[in-house]
């Protein structure tokens, strides 16, 4: 069993930044695959960012990529999602996600999700 607490989210005028963090516990943190999702109101859940268990690859969706970047420390059991340039389209509440195994896109493959954290980017 994993454990994601999520947190960072806000309150941001476009192209600003925010830097969220997801916190795990409970398995080896390494063995796990994270990702990033985003669901907006009205819409379905969507992919943002993934990365691998040692942090050697990362995926990003085309909306996001050159503005967001996803990282972990595998010492203090987190991943990290820096989103710079925000525009009013990012908001969203914002879910991690892990999986242990391959680093993938799709949110139906990972197992294990947080609650959640507000994104609000106003214009």
């Known amino acids: 069993q994993v454990q994601l607490v999520e947190s960072g989210g806000g309150l941001v005028q476009a192209g600003g930044s925010l830097r969220l963090s997801c916190a795990a516990s409970g398995r080896t943190f390494s063995n796990y695959a994270m990702g990033w999702f985003r669901q907006a109101p009205g819409k379905e859940r969507e992919f943002v960012a993934a990365?691998?268990?040692?942090?050697?690859?990362?995926y990003y969706a085309d909306s996001v990529k050159g503005r967001f970047t996803i990282s972990r420390d595998n010492a203090k059991n987190t991943v990290y999602l820096q989103m710079n340039s925000l525009k009013p389209e990012d908001t969203a509440v914002y879910y991690c996600?892990?999986?242990?195994?391959?680093?993938?896109?799709?949110?139906?493959?990972?197992?294990?999700w947080g609650q959640g954290t507000q994104v609000t980017v106003s214009s």
């Open positions: 996600a892990a999986r242990a195994g391959m680093v993938l896109t799709t949110s139906g493959r990972y197992v294990y």
């Open positions: 990365i691998s268990g040692s942090g050697g690859s990362t």
